[in-house]
């Protein structure tokens, strides 16, 4: 195919504006020229069309795990601390091999299911290389732990200057972040270190907080299932009170750089200072439900004015990366458990995954939505006529009558990385 082409579509969600019917998508160069209608269109471009298709932004998941794309089943009717436990005992850094294709493979699997960005979170290189060498952009999170770490100085001397040498290979459309791992993790050196180092370079920060009731009543009480790793983490004393967010905020890593993974139970002033640092929070309704977390209190960030985004979480406790099947839980979830039908709506949803997560990772304008000079990631969809309903709006539509198995085609840059056989 040439540089320079064209896509015509029933319909076009650019998510920059409204959605456009009869449109045509002019690519150049792997970005975005122009959208345009039908008619406008010059007589001497290639154009591919598709009249009875949807033409959108790729998915932009802003929290997997894709080393782990492989190893699904390890722990599937396992409570979380069962399924972390089990994943430790996996001893991926003796698995190289194992961990180079399981990444390959989830880098294959994200675009079959129209995902051309993720926020990647690893302590392992095989993420970022897989993400290189198959096109797919995004940030990758460096995971930093505290654990069973005798020499705190000099351990965290050490993360910091291997995280600082990573950075000399980032560049705008993979780039790197920051992981703290967890609050029970990651001991107040770590933790520190981790701010600072976000703070000085401008890098985003992506952190599992209060995924669990066992998290919270390990910080204020110092008991449940997560007790025992207070012998190999050197964590603050509880105090009754204190939460794992505010124990991640009093040491600088709640910021507006901040991804705040999971949330779950979140109380009143957590969201409240999540909100005043201007922080993100994504949700990972599959995961949460498979392990039993729990179904976090949306409304209540939404309320607040926190950007909210739907991301899939590793494969090994989400068991896949379909997108659409994340957003209807999401929103089912919500209502079951609110009572509240019109608790989010179609359009907001559909920001979930587009323009919500790349502004969450920094890239916003270059990914998450169809517009000049973006890059020219889209998914063609060809939907079951049975599910487009006049009932129905086009967002409507993408959430309630829609599934990857709808997608035909996704480019990355321009460039065709998944086409349905």
Known sequence: MSDRFAISAGTVVTLAGPPISDAVVIVSGGKIEAVIHSSEIPSDLNIEKYPDSILMPGFVNAHTHITLSNFRGVADDRNFVEWLDQIIKLDLINRPDE??????????????NGITTIG??????????????????????HEVFGIRTLNLTKGVEKLKKDFLELLKNATSENSYGISPHATYTVPPPVAKMAAEVAKESGVRISTHIAETM????????????????????????????????????????ITDRTLIIHGIFLSDEDVRIAADCGSTIVTCPTSNAKLGCGIPAASAWKNRGITI?????????????????????FVLMQRASTGQSDIFSSSEVIQMVTA????????????GEIKQESCADMILLQPDMKSVSENRDIYDTLLWGCDNTD?????????????RG
């Open 407 to 419: 997608i035909v085609k996704v480019w990355s840059d321009g460039v065709e990385v998944y086409s």
């Open 99 to 112: 961990c180079r294709q399981s990444a390959i493979d989830g880098v294959a699997e994200c675009f079959r």
């Open 356 to 367: 919500n997560s790349a502004s969450a990772l920094g890239m916003s304008g270059m990914v």
């Open 214 to 253: 066992d998290e919270v009543q390990f910080f204020r009480k110092g008991e449940g299932k997560l007790s025992a790793i207070s012998r190999y983490v050197k964590l603050p004393k509880p105090d009754g009170s204190r939460t794992p967010l505010k124990y991640f905020a009093d040491c600088g890593l």
């Open 120 to 141: 990647d979170n690893h302590y392992l290189p095989f993420a970022r290389d897989a993400m290189l060498a198959g096109k797919m952009k995004g940030v990758n999170f």
């Open 309 to 329: 985004c739907i991301a899939t979480d590793s494969p090994a406790s989400g068991d896949g990366h379909n997108m659409f099947e994340e957003m209807r839980r």
